[in-house]
């Protein structure tokens, strides 16, 4: 019987600089680009290490759609405790770079049983963590919930920003104008204007 293959450290240097790679591959050229040799090209390694570090190409895809997805976690939750947390939350789902890579991430699901997988995990974690703080939000401003619940806010906002990134990807922004300003005039009724950082 043969034993399992060693991985390198998780935490180690060239694991993150893979990982690196990875990301702004399937950033500036699509998941697709993504392939053992292209990291390791880009990472300035030997294209055995991308093995060395990662079983398969599942696991590298699941180890940087992980992270990715923490620290998105991680900077919704700073964004909801800021002083103007739906000027915050607005900010951190409109960014480009995060929705163009949720798109690859997407893209790539429909490939990859594992991956697809995590991003409904995710996905539920991030609608619950949104919803929750949002309820808290709208309780605060007094904001009766009634006929329309958090829930159904947070997936407004976050179905609104992401068509909003991915048609401006496409170069497409017929009514953009028209729906960022009823979006962040409701916004600013409840926090005024945004806060510039």
Do not use: C
Not at 3 to 29: H, T, Y
Not at 157 to 169: H, I, K, P
Request: proline share 4%.
């Amino acid at each position: 019987m043969t034993s399992p293959r060693r991985l390198g450290a998780p935490d180690a240097k060239n694991r993150v600089v893979l990982l690196d790679a990875a990301e702004q591959l399937m950033i500036d050229e699509g998941y697709a680009a993504v392939t053992s040799r292209r990291i390791a090209e880009k990472a300035d390694l030997k294209p055995q290490l991308v093995h060395y570090y990662f079983r398969t190409m599942d696991d590298l895809f699941l180890a940087l759609f992980r992270r990715r997805a923490e620290q998105g976690m991680a900077a919704q939750a700073l964004a909801l405790e800021s002083p103007q947390p739906l000027w915050a939350l607005w900010r951190f789902m409109t960014d480009p770079s995060a929705t163009r890579l949720t798109l690859e991430f997407m893209g790539l699901a429909n490939h990859r049983k594992a991956l697809h997988a995590e991003i409904a995990v995710y996905a539920q974690r991030a609608r619950e963590e949104q919803t929750k703080a949002l309820t808290t939000i709208l309780e605060r401003y007094s904001i009766d919930m009634s006929d329309v619940p958090a829930v159904v806010w947070t997936f407004f906002a976050t179905g609104a920003s992401q068509v909003l990134v991915f048609e401006r990807s496409l170069g497409m922004t017929e009514g953009h104008t028209d729906i960022l300003k009823f979006l962040e005039d409701q916004i600013r009724a409840l926090e005024g204007d945004p806060i510039q950082s």
